[in-house]
Structure formats: structure tokens, C-alpha cells
């Protein structure tokens, strides 16, 4: 059984978007982070609940232009690593 | 009353007792030195600054003297007092204006936290703020320099100090240092410009510090609303171009050139994204000043 993802319990973010640029601000690490759309689009719907990389996989492609690659499971898996690493999500088994 | 007002032996008693009380922006500066050459670049940068009560009170408490053993003949040191306290190494004594004015920057960048601060220099014309953040060697002393005597006002060579609440940059004119080739640049580009003496073999180079402009440091009272966060990089040879830059990457940049971006948290984050939403941000490389002014002179307001 697929593991769910969540944002780091206690985590509070703020948002800041110029057009494709988005920001988020990480209070528990005091970090700022320039993020790409798709990783956006992780973050907050993790933010909005906990999911498994492939309920994350499906919510980007949801919203995502159909005429341009999107992101596969791999690299969605990949992203995840770098926001634990960085202390934005963990595995909800943590 | 002005220091140009004091003579120099009003100065150095003044120096040498209960200490020199100076505005600088919105700080009063108590100062105290037994160094004529400190005296004298005092003197000589400082003219404009208005001077306070010997009583008032005091945000920082400078002090710039020699040690009190043999190291005040032989070799001679002096070091920089911070509330009696010499947070630093001791410097050659032939060093005590710049000392004095790294120094300076220290303790306001360590401890004036009500302010954001950035280390970029930061000029206005018209109400309207440049914004110019960037590493040593990038040219931003000498472009600043070169612009606050074609038109531009002086807030800051070093620090931009944001403040919380209105995100106005407030001003602190003080003395603009530069390093080695660019002493001559500005000798030759703006001959109106006062230069204290060369000190050389600093950490830095040789080293030179421009007097303020006048106007700068009488409007030390009005603050500017930034309009442009412009990044320059002195490049031999290159036109005078500006670039366009990502807010998103400017934004980072100025959290990452603050000092205590950290300590202010999320309202940092406001402050610079709230900013950056009325500013345009560009890249700016050039080789000529002439250019440069020329380009600055052009550069129009966000709507």
C-alpha cells in the first residue's frame, strides 16, 4: 500500500506568486524557497491534505496545460525527498 | 548646528572627553578618539552632519583609539570600541577612518533591527528609490558614487535600511568608500567630489572615502518609496544594459544580501514581496559612469 506524503506538521507557509514565480516562506525553518509550478502545485495540495505520490501525480496533471509534458511519478518522488530535506513534508509514518 | 561649525580643537576636545554626538540618518553617533587622523577625517567627511547635545542620548557609542601598552608606539594598532567593548582584532593605525566606518556599519547592522537591512546601496531622484544590491567588485560604490553627483540623492553606499512599516527606505548618508582604480575614476569623473586620503594596504585594498553630497545629508529626513532593485556589475568593455530580473529571484537575493532577514521572519518576507510588487527588478552591466548616468536618467517609474 501506497505511502502518504504530508507537510510537516507545525509548518506554516506563505505564498507570493509573480506570474509563473512562486515564493513560499517556511516560518518553522525562516527559509525562503523560489519554487517551479509544479512543485507549487505539490506543496499546496499537500498542504491541503496528506497524499500518496500518485493522488499528487493525478491532482497536477488536473490542473495542468495538456499540451506540455508534465511530470512524471519519478520526479514527483524526487521533489518530495528535496522538501523533506528541506523540512517542508515527511512521510506521515514518521 | 553643523560639525563644519566646530573647529578642530572644538572637535578634538569634544572627541576626546564626553564624546561627539552626531546625527547619522536616523541615529545619533556618540564618537570618541584620541587620532588626529580620525579628527581630521571626521572633519573633513562629517562636515555636513548635524551635531547633537553632549547629553543626548546615543544609539551607538563608538570609540576608535590605540592600546595602552606598547603597541601605541611601536607598530602602532588602534581598535575599533563598541560600549568600551573591542569586538575586533586590532587594525594598523593608519586605518582608523575606515576602521571607524566599518565599524559603524557593524553596529548599526547588528543591532538596528527595527529596520530591514540589506547591504545595497541605495539612491533617489523624485521621490523614487534604486535599490542596488551586490557582491564587492561589482562597481556599486563607484556607480553610486558617480550618480549621487549627477543628480541622484544619497541614502546609503552600504545599508539600505527598510522600514517595517511603511517599506520606505529611510537614509543614512553617509561616507562612500572606495577601493583602488575607482579612487581615480571618480577623482576624474566628478572633481566636485571629497575624497579623504588614501589608506592602503587595508583589507580591502587601498582605500578612499567620499564625502556625502550636502543635499543628502540635509534631506536625511525624507525617506523614498523603492522603485527599481537593480543588481550592477562593473564588466570592462561592456555597453551600459539594462536587464530584466526576475522578482522571484530578486526577492531571494535581498533576503540573502540582509542581515537580519532572519530575525523578522515572516514580515521580512512581506516586506520584501510587498516591495517587489511596486518595482521593476533588472540586471544592469556597464564599464563607462557617462553611460551609466545616462541609463539611470531614463529609467521611468513603475506604473
Keep these: ?94 | 548646528m553643523k560639525l563644519s561649525n566646530l573647529s578642530y580643537d572644538a572637535t578634538a576636545s569634544k572627541l576626546t572627553t564626553d564624546g561627539l554626538r552626531l546625527r547619522t540618518g536616523p541615529f545619533i553617533t556618540s564618537i570618541r578618539t584620541h587620532t588626529p587622523e580620525l579628527t581630521a577625517g571626521l572633519q573633513l567627511l562629517y562636515a555636513d552632519h548635524i551635531l547633537k547635545e553632549d547629553a543626548e542620548f546615543a544609539d551607538f557609542h563608538i570609540g576608535v583609539d590605540r592600546p595602552r601598552n606598547l603597541r601605541r608606539w611601536l607598530h602602532p594598532q588602534i581598535f575599533f570600541y563598541f560600549d568600551e567593548v573591542a569586538p575586533f582584532n586590532p587594525f594598523p593605525s593608519e586605518q582608523a577612518l575606515p576602521l571607524f566606518e566599518w565599524g559603524l556599519n557593524w553596529a548599526i547592522s547588528q543591532h538596528a533591527h527595527q529596520y530591514l537591512i540589506i547591504h545595497a546601496a541605495v539612491i533617489e531622484k523624485d521621490g523614487h528609490a534604486v535599490i542596488m544590491p551586490a557582491p564587492p567588485g561589482s562597481g556599486k560604490s563607484t556607480l553610486c558614487a558617480g550618480l549621487v553627483h549627477n543628480g541622484w540623492r544619497l541614502l546609503s553606499d552600504e545599508l539600505t535600511l527598510l522600514d517595517l512599516h511603511s517599506g520606505q527606505a529611510i537614509p543614512l548618508a553617509r561616507p562612500v568608500g572606495l577601493k583602488n582604480d575607482s579612487v581615480e575614476v571618480i577623482r576624474h569623473f566628478a572633481p566636485q567630489a571629497t575624497l579623504s586620503p588614501m589608506t592602503v594596504d587595508t583589507h580591502k585594498g587601498a582605500v578612499a572615502l567620499m564625502k556625502p553630497p550636502a543635499d543628502s545629508v540635509e534631506k536625511s529626513d525624507q525617506p523614498a518609496h523603492p522603485a527599481w532593485v537593480i543588481f550592477p556589475k562593473y564588466i570592462a568593455g561592456a555597453a551600459a544594459t539594462l536587464t530584466p530580473h526576475s522578482k522571484a529571484e530578486a526577492c531571494i537575493a535581498l533576503g540573502d544580501n540582509a542581515f537580519n532577514y532572519s530575525i523578522h521572519g515572516v514580515n521580512g518576507f512581506n516586506l520584501l514581496t510587498n516591495m517587489l510588487d511596486h518595482c521593476d527588478c533588472y540586471d544592469f552591466s556597464y564599464s563607462n559612469l557617462s553611460d551609466a548616468v545616462s541609463i539611470f536618467s531614463q529609467l521611468e517609474p513603475p506604473a
Design chain 1, 1 to 94: 500500500m501506497e505511502t502518504n506524503w504530508r507537510l510537516t506538521p507545525g509548518s506554516k507557509l506563505t505564498w507570493h506568486s509573480w506570474g509563473s514565480e512562486h515564493l513560499v516562506f517556511n516560518e518553522n525553518s525562516g527559509a525562503t524557497h523560489l519554487l517551479p509550478l509544479e512543485a507549487t502545485k505539490a506543496l499546496q495540495s499537500l498542504a491541503a491534505e496528506p497524499q500518496t505520490i500518485t493522488q499528487l501525480h493525478d491532482a497536477i496533471l488536473e490542473t495542468s496545460d495538456k499540451s506540455m509534458p508534465h511530470p512524471s511519478t519519478e520526479w514527483l518522488e524526487e521533489l518530495l525527498k528535496q522538501f523533506q530535506q528541506l523540512g517542508l513534508s515527511q512521510l506521515v509514518s514518521e
